[in-house]
């Protein structure tokens, strides 16, 4: 399975120049507590870091700095793991895991944001696809219960 196919498009992201201010009340708009950052003009959204609720308590809430002197770019995470949506989900999940990280951008062809994959959304197919599996051992084992009552 290809991980453009399990990835929630539609992603949320943030141009870095913008302020923790604008940052926080994104995520509160939006309802998520992960931002993707690109470079303030890039129409693609070609992913240069992220942003997460942690950070933002961590870095900025915890040490008293005014949120509206501090930018993304001064936050954010830039060591990211970042997946081709033509990658295959297991692939990345294994990069996910070694890297410890829940949620990574998937990106385009050219590079440029098409949505994010959460271990979540992993573990969402996984059990979908392993109560298809259930589900059709039962339904073998009741056909063949039936062979031989029949």
């Given at each position: 399975m290809k991980v453009g196919e399990v990835c929630r498009r539609g992603a949320v992201s943030i141009a870095n120049t913008e302020s923790i201010s604008s940052a926080a009340r994104l995520m509160r708009e939006h309802h998520v507590g992960f931002l993707i950052v690109h470079r303030l003009g890039d129409d693609t959204r070609r992913p240069i870091g992220v942003l997460t609720d942690r950070d933002l308590v961590v870095e900025v809430m915890a040490q008293r700095v005014d949120p509206d002197t501090v930018t993304v770019d001064?936050?954010?995470?830039?060591?990211?793991?970042?997946?081709?949506?033509?990658?295959?989900?297991?692939?990345?999940?294994?990069?996910?895991?070694?890297?410890?990280?829940?949620r990574v951008p998937v990106v385009d062809l050219r590079g440029g944001l098409a949505g994010v994959v959460a271990m979540d959304d992993a573990f969402d197919v996984i059990t979908t696809f392993m109560c298809d599996i259930t589900g059709a051992v039962k339904h073998e084992q009741r056909q063949e219960r039936r062979q031989r009552a029949g």
């Open positions: 001064d936050v954010m995470s830039r060591d990211l793991v970042v997946a081709n949506e033509t990658e295959d989900l297991s692939d990345v999940l294994q990069a996910m895991q070694l890297a410890g990280v829940r």
